[in-house]
């Protein structure tokens, strides 16, 4: 089956929020070129990218609307409903009475579900459920785990225990689930706005180990073509094989340590900032 074209560009860098809008692009089998941000020399910061994304952040997106204006948006979650609202219109599934390979000549399985619909709404509650908590306590929670310089306890208690209590809410929410997916009979946006961060889970120092059923979730959505394709697209996804490597995590956390810190104070230069008393 060929991608259906379109006009997308896709403004990416190997980090969670980047790797759920490959996957998304994977398993909607659109077509679209990607064009890799290198955060590490702040090109999220210079002006042509700016006028993208006013927030300097990745990931960003540019597509033609059918009027032909030319659409700039940023957020993942953002981009994410979007792409569905746009791309994904046929809402149809694969079931145990069709054959997986002829359907999906046709058309690919849906991961999203008709506006107005109770599933509709259940999704977008379970997507700003990450955008709004996972993803930021999370990042948090990685960032005074592997970069702060020096190990302050109260954050990371702080940080860790609120992770924890929202992978026990996504345990408890897929012990009911007949599908495994977290909506009605299918993977939605909301799961696979979820995976990049759950699959990441060491790296702020919790483990979904003590997550059954969020366990068996993360498995389930790993064995999905689009999922596997798209953690790769803007560079090699390696958070299983980091896991593994202790001296490769403390490579990656001095450097990174050392970038997020000088990007930091390049920022409060920029807005003349000082810290503790003065100017915001």
Known sequence: MSPTPTNIVAYLAQVPDCVKIAILLEELGLDYEM????????????????????????????????????????????????????????????TSRASPIVLLLTYLPSVSYPAGTLENYRTASWLYFQTSGVGPMMGQAMHFTRFAPTTIEYPLYRYRTEV?????????????????????????????????????????????????????????????????????????????????????????????????RGLQDANAKKGNVTIGAGRL
Not at 66 to 74: A, Q, R, S, T, V
Not at 86 to 91: F, G, I, Q, S, T
């Open 35 to 94: 064009r890799l941000v290198d955060v590490t020399k702040a090109e999220q910061k210079e002006p042509w990218y700016l006028e993208i994304n006013p927030n300097g952040r990745v990931p960003a997106l540019t597509d033609i609307l059918p009027d032909g204006k030319e659409l700039k948006l940023f957020e993942s979650g953002s981009i994410m409903q979007y792409l569905v609202d746009r791309y994904d219109k046929n809402h149809k599934q694969v």
């Open 164 to 260: 924890n209590r929202l992978f026990r809410t996504l345990d408890t929410a897929l012990t009911t689930s007949t599908s495994g997916y977290l909506v009605g009979d299918r993977c939605t946006i909301a799961d696979l706005a979820l995976w990049p961060w759950i699959v990441s889970d060491f790296w702020a120092g919790v483990s979904v180990d003590a997550y059954p059923n969020l366990k068996k979730w993360e498995q389930l959505m790993i064995s999905r073509p689009g999922v596997n394709n798209g953690r790769h697209k803007p560079g090699r996804h390696f958070m299983k094989e980091l896991a593994q490597d202790p001296a490769l995590q403390k490579t990656i956390e001095k450097a990174g340590g050392e970038w997020i």
